[in-house]
């Protein structure tokens, strides 16, 4: 299709625009986070470290942040055991009911968090369990699994069936052949799963906030109790600029490590 | 060689041989979770959904009834607020899709067709990185930027539409933009040029090329993209929130109702799961659902 000089120009401003407001507001809370003033309030004055300061030596956001990354780590191990397991089953062998497998690792994510919340919570509360850091953990795993699942299948499916069988004709078991070659070669796509679903459960609230004991503080449920505290907003803006760089650099890794894009689909 | 490696030998050699058995253990742990924590659980909220409360005679005490029956059911059909509420949150849902809509369609179709291959890759990264990142943040950024005292858009724009309907529905539409930008860049790409010149070939303008032949082909992308905005949208609470002033969601009733009345939050919660169902089968006929 042709399109006019006048109407790429266009098309490149509005790109442009789009970008712009896309980051606009995270970098302006991360701008915040220096200011002077308490206030949320357009134009931001002046620059500080205080709040900086304020919030290294504050427990709340501290334990706050120990208790996200302790159930990020734990959740995203999980998953990533329980993902490429899955990946290995569903792109090596043929069996009824194949895409019915694939469909239910897929439904976590993709009904709406508040159902995979309460449907969790139902479910805990059902058999008698009291929520912990335990079925905060079981929870994230469980829709943390399709992202690991996505990311070695992806790569498992361009992976040419011929290097396993030349080193099993050269004499090599199973084993062997997963260690030398299989594992080396799904080696950054497992890290990159791991990666994407350690952020994703990083950022995750609506879940969260079915599935944590009480008392139990994420980061984002931090930033959310204390958001309507005018005297808490220069803490705020530090931890959520602290959220915003903790889970962009693993996704800004997996994403170099990933063959592709990391698409919607992802999540 | 040594006696660990002998049975190592033999366990690979069992394993080789029996390729059910093989399938069975690699399937066997995600399979057992998935069906125990996930299945279970859905099959709980529904069996929750069954019970009610009930006030006793002295009209005191409150006591849940086990029985199964339909209560919960007839009071979100038959009661005005959660009709309101269930409908305004579909209308959302369906703003924010249209929105992102508008805005993604030029986005996408400058990303894969106009920018070169090393911008191209460039803006993908760009454009997919705020999908993992910070939703709860953002929400929070907009309440800053929307604050009717002070916040950026009335100071630079003259005019906040403040804390409401529609600074939610802009902010979803603003969280949500990436999962409709990323299915349409993908099937923009996918589309050979050869049929775009074909068109001009054949003496259509741009807009025409544009309305005749890219949307038709790109409407299984549209609608993969429309369910991520439709859903999220559907399930959201924090943003209602967050920037909703007094706007209820769908969400906002069942997160308010779960710690008072589980029967009936699980009961609401159902809606979505419906509403989503439908849109999913609708959308099926499309060949969407290859695309997600």
């Known amino acids: 299709m042709y399109v006019s000089r006048r109407a790429r120009y266009l098309l490149g ?205 994420t980061l984002p449920l931090w930033i959310f109790n204390n958001m309507f505290r005018p005297n808490n907003l220069p803490l705020v803006n530090v931890v959520a600029t602290v959220v915003i760089v903790l889970s962009i650099i693993p996704v800004y890794i997996a994403q170099r490590l990933s063959d592709g894009a990391i698409g919607a689909s992802g999540r | 060689m040594s006696e660990r490696g002998g049975l190592r030998r033999r366990v690979s050699r069992a394993l080789y041989q029996r390729p059910r058995l093989r399938l069975a253990l690699l399937l066997a742990l995600p399979l057992l979770w998935l069906l125990i924590a996930y299945i279970g659980s859905l099959v709980a909220l529904f069996l929750t959904s069954l019970y009610h409360y009930e006030t006793d005679p002295t009209g005191l005490v409150q006591k849940l009834v086990t029985t199964p029956s339909t209560t919960n059911f007839h009071r979100v059909l038959t009661t005005d607020v959660y009709r309101t509420v269930a409908f305004r949150t579909i209308g959302a849902a369906v703003s924010v899709t249209l929105i992102d809509l508008v805005v993604a369609l030029p986005v996408a179709f400058y990303m894969a067709k106009i920018a070169g291959p090393g911008l191209r890759r460039a803006l993908v990264i760009a454009v997919t990185m705020p999908l993992w990142a910070g939703y709860l943040v953002k929400g929070y950024a907009w309440r800053s930027m929307l604050d009717p005292a002070g916040g950026v858009f009335h100071e630079v724009f003259g005019h906040s539409p403040g804390f409401g309907l529609t600074g939610t529905i802009l902010t979803l539409a603003y969280l949500w933009l990436p999962f409709m930008v990323i299915p349409i860049y993908v099937g923009l790409e996918r589309l050979p040029d050869s049929l775009l010149e074909a068109s001009t070939d054949l003496g259509a303008k741009a807009g025409r090329t544009f309305m005749r032949v890219v949307l038709p082909l790109l409407r299984p992308s549209i609608v993969a993209g429309s369910i991520f905005t439709f859903a999220l949208t559907l399930g959201d609470f924090y943003m209602a929130q967050i920037v909703g002033g007094t706007t209820q969601f769908l969400g906002s009733i069942v997160y308010r109702e779960f710690s008072a009345n589980l029967p009936f939050a699980a009961a609401y919660a159902t809606l979505p799961i419906v509403i989503m169902l439908a849109y999913l089968f609708a959308a099926r006929s499309s060949g969407a659902l290859e695309e997600l």
């Not at chain 1, 069988?165 to 990159?192: K, V």
Request: charge should be positive; charged fraction near 10%.
């Open chain 1, 13 to 217: 401003a509005f790109m442009a625009l789009v970008l712009v407001v896309m980051y606009f507001p995270i970098l302006y809370v991360a701008r915040l986070s220096f200011n002077k003033a308490r206030s949320f309030a357009w134009p931001p004055q002046g620059f500080t470290l205080e709040w900086w300061r304020a919030a290294y030596h504050a427990s709340g956001p501290r334990e706050a942040l120990l208790r996200s990354v302790e159930t990020a780590l734990l959740a995203s191990a999980i998953a990533l055991l329980l993902g490429t397991l899955a990946a290995f089953a569903l792109t090596r062998h043929r069996f009824f009911g194949r895409n019915a497998v694939g469909f239910l690792a897929v439904l976590p994510i993709a009904l709406p968090g508040i159902v995979t919340g309460i449907a969790l919570n139902s479910g805990y509360h059902r058999v008698g369990i009291t929520l912990s850091l335990f079925t905060l953990v079981v929870a994230h795993a469980t829709f943390c699994i399709v992202i690991v699942y996505n990311n070695v299948a992806a790569r498992l499916r361009r992976l040419s069936p011929n290097l396993e069988e030349a080193s099993s004709d050269l004499g090599a078991d199973m084993f062997q052949t997963f260690g030398y070659i299989t594992f080396p070669l799904m080696r950054s796509a497992l890290l990159a799963g791991a990666l994407l679903a350690f952020a994703l459960s990083f950022d995750e609230i609506v879940v969260t906030t079915f599935t944590a004991g009480s008392g139990f503080e």
